[in-house]
Nanobody, 118 residues
Framework: QVQLVESGGGLVQAGGSLRLSCAAS????????MGWFRQAPGKEREFVAR????????YYADSVKGRFTISRDNAKTTVYLQMNSLKPEDTAVYYC???????????WGQGTQVTVSS
């Protein structure tokens, strides 16, 4: 099992920045990929960004490309999401997910609220 704990959400004005953190514990050696997803009220959960644990390759949703940056700290088994130039439409609960090789995102954090005011 892998446990994920997110932190760093909050209220920010449009154009501002926030950094989310996701700390992994447990069977972290089995992690192949970690990602960030978000869910706005009344909408389905959507993909935001992901990073491969080995090699560090990244991939972003078009809606956040150029504004958000995902990174990892192997020593701390932590993934970060630096969010710049935030927009009101970025308002959502942000979830951290982790997956093993050949599997989907099987592990999820509890979520952290991000609210961007206009």
């Amino acid at each position: 099992q892998v446990q994920l704990v997110e932190s760093g959400g909050g209220l920010v004005q449009a154009g501002g920045s926030l950094r989310l953190s996701c700390a992994a514990s447990g069977r972290t050696f089995s992690i192949y990929v970690m990602g960030w997803f978000r869910q706005a009220p009344g909408k389905e959960r959507e993909f935001v960004a992901r990073i491969r644990w080995s090699g560090g390759s990244t991939y972003y949703a078009d809606s956040v490309k150029g504004r958000f940056t995902i990174s990892r700290d192997n020593a701390k088994t932590t993934v970060y999401l630096q969010m710049n130039s935030l927009k009101p439409e970025d308002t959502a609960v942000y979830y951290c997910g982790a997956g093993e090789v050949g599997k989907g995102y099987d592990y999820w954090g509890q979520g952290t609220q991000v609210t961007v005011s206009s």
